[in-house]
Every structure is written in C-alpha cells, then in structure tokens.
C-alpha cells in the first residue's frame, strides 16, 4: 500500500487534475454542436433579414447577448408565438415577428441553443 503525506496527495491531485481541468476548459470554450446547428438553422430561416448577431445582420433588431438577457424557454416562446411575447415584453417593433410554429423540433432545439449562447461580453 502506497503512503502518501499531503506534499505527495497534493502533486497526484494537480497531475490528475491538470489534463481534467484542460479538457473541461476545452469543452467549455468549444461551441455545443447543437449550437453549431443552430448557427445553421439561423442562416437557413434568414434571420438575419430582420435581427442581428455580432454586427451581421439587421441592426434594428440586435440579438448580441441574448443568451444574457432571456432564458432558453423565452426565446422559444419568441420563435415559435412571437405575437405572444410581444405582448408580454410589450415590444410594438414592426413588422411583428414572424411565428414559426412546425420548424422542426431538432432545428428549435439547436437554434435556441445557438440563441442561448450569445451572452453578454
């Protein structure tokens, strides 16, 4: 049986621990692929014909930080009854947003993950 005093423990934790904390570094820096997806699905649907993310797009409906500012289950209610929501953040924009209620369940899923990503710098 191996004794360790806590010099020792402490050297086998960092050791162990380094590449862990590098890896959980690396993941949390890499995008999500359904965040990918997303990114995807955004070009796709032409979002950007009315909002804006990191200065592409139309500035009058600027979604920088969204990630921040709303919670994944409000920015699905947005995609999919924007006429609702508008109501509730009492937003008067025109035209309303488009409501996309059949978009493909995986397709949601990735762009809300894509929306909820963008946070606040």
């Not at 005093?5 to 162990?16: D, K, P, S, Y």
């Not at 904390?21 to 014909?49: E, H, I, N, Y």
């Amino acid at each position: 049986m191996i004794k360790l005093n806590r010099l020792g423990l402490l050297v086998v934790v960092a050791l162990i621990g380094s590449p862990l904390a590098a890896r959980t570094a690396a993941a949390q820096a890499a995008p999500a692929p359904a965040a990918d997806k997303g990114a995807a699905v955004f070009a796709a649907q032409k979002c950007s014909l009315c909002h804006s993310l990191d200065g592409k797009g139309n500035a009058k409906g600027v979604l920088d930080g969204i990630g921040t500012k709303l919670t994944a289950a409000e920015i699905r209610q947005w995609i999919v009854t924007p006429a609702e929501m508008a109501v509730k953040a009492n937003a008067t924009r025109k035209p309303a947003m488009k409501a996309f209620p059949t978009m493909p369940k995986d397709d949601l899923d990735a762009l809300v993950a894509f929306l909820s990503s963008k946070k606040k710098k």
